[in-house]
């Protein structure tokens, strides 16, 4: 029987995780160990079924006895554990959230519904390195894969508005606060049915730059306002998560010949869902109504939505799709740029496709690879 180790579990992908796993009963037919970096010795999770006490994340000679490790503790974990293992000798599948071994060229980016035949090649040729993605890549490829899968595109401009979700979860407690901190400040003139709309935008605007104001985690008010930068700056003058845009779908489509992606990723005052204006030129002029069926069938999970305003707003937004695996795609329509330009836009939930599911289902692919 297969010995799997799992490890961050208790963070906020991990929990995703969990709470996924046991919905699906996936905790069958191996056996589980849960690792600690901070908890050693104390009970483990409650996943129907009797298993030890704890052990902890840093040893090397115990991790070194699971056949699968699948990992959501984050990047500086990996680097510290994961190159002992393998000098100790270890040659199990190595199954991660973060992003320290995404763009190694002994690793594949995971993505099932997308790169499904990708996966089983690099699990035949020996490959023992499955990284979750990019969530915004990850989730522009569930909406969208069937224009790649069939060849249509030239390139793509991605312009995002991704949840706080994506920076962490004391990110998203900063989000609450700071709209709670304006509520407050804002409380007396909301009491008044006269007060003016400028008065009451005057208040706001001395809230966010207020001394108290809380910004510790983000640096700066996200709430009522928005960030047009998401992590480190490149050479190019990109930051690194428009840079993973290109990067990333091209490594997980495996494509011989680069497709050009880029765009402007924006951090909005949504909690969890990413949510993509996409403009693309494709390869050849085809009626709406074939692209969209193309959309529609390249997996069980994308939702086309109809171009309409009541369904748009129904429906393809962030309220409408956290907690949901479906990946609706609307307003899908030609540009006046040209009849191959076409444009759309996608939602979905940051931390299951973008983040949780991918990683869940590798690790079902791997166990049946080595029964």
């Not at 693309?280 to 305003?309: F, H, Q, R, Y």
């Not at 307003?331 to 759309?344: P, Q």
């Not at 599911?357 to 590798?362: A, K, L």
Request: proline fraction near 5%; charge should be negative.
């Amino acid at each position: 029987m297969a010995r799997v180790a799992f490890i961050g579990w208790r963070g906020m992908v991990g929990s995703v995780l969990m709470d996924r796993m046991i919905a699906e009963k996936d905790f069958h037919g191996y056996e589980p160990i849960f690792y600690t970096t901070s908890q050693v010795g104390q009970k483990g999770p409650e996943i129907g079924l009797d298993i030890p006490p704890l052990l902890d994340a840093y040893d090397i000679t115990d991790l070194g006895q699971a056949d699968i490790i699948v990992t959501c503790q984050g990047s500086d974990h990996t680097k510290d554990v994961y190159p002992r293992l393998r000098k100790d000798g270890w040659k199990g599948y190595w199954i991660d959230a973060s992003s320290a071994l995404r763009m190694q060229d002994d690793s594949i980016i995971i993505l099932d519904p997308v790169n499904k035949d990708v996966i089983e090649k690099g699990l035949r040729q020996g490959i023992k390195n499955f990284i979750g993605g990019n969530c915004t890549v990850s989730l522009m490829l569930m909406a969208v894969g069937g224009l790649f899968r069939h060849n249509l595109v030239k390139w793509v401009s991605s312009m995002t508005y991704q949840a706080a979700s994506g920076a962490g979860a004391k990110n998203m407690r900063e989000l609450v606060e700071q709209m709670a901190f304006i509520g407050q400040a804002s409380q007396n003139l909301l009491d008044n049915p006269a007060t003016a709309a400028l008065e009451l935008d005057t208040r706001v605007l001395e809230t966010l730059h207020s001394e108290g104001f809380p910004k510790e985690v983000f640096g700066y008010p996200l709430a009522a306002s928005l960030l047009p930068w998401i992590d480190a700056p490149m050479e190019n003058g990109q930051s690194r998560e428009e840079w993973k845009g290109f990067a990333e779908t091209n490594k997980i489509l495996q494509i011989k010949k680069p497709i050009p992606i880029d765009g402007i990723c924006v951090r909005v005052s949504s909690m969890r869902c990413h949510s993509q204006g996409l403009t693309m030129k494709l390869k050849k002029d085809l009626p709406v109504d074939e692209i969209t069926e193309i959309i529609g069938n390249a997996n069980e999970w994308v939702k086309v939505i109809p171009n309409s305003k009541e369904e748009t707003l129904g429906h393809l937004t962030p309220a409408a799709v956290t907690g949901r695996l479906e990946v609706p795609v609307g307003r899908i329509r030609k540009m006046n740029l040209g009849e191959k330009y076409l444009t759309c836009f996608t939602v979905g939930d940051q931390l299951l496709w973008g983040a949780a599911e991918p990683i869940r289902r590798m690790l079902k692919i791997t166990l049946e690879h080595l029964s």
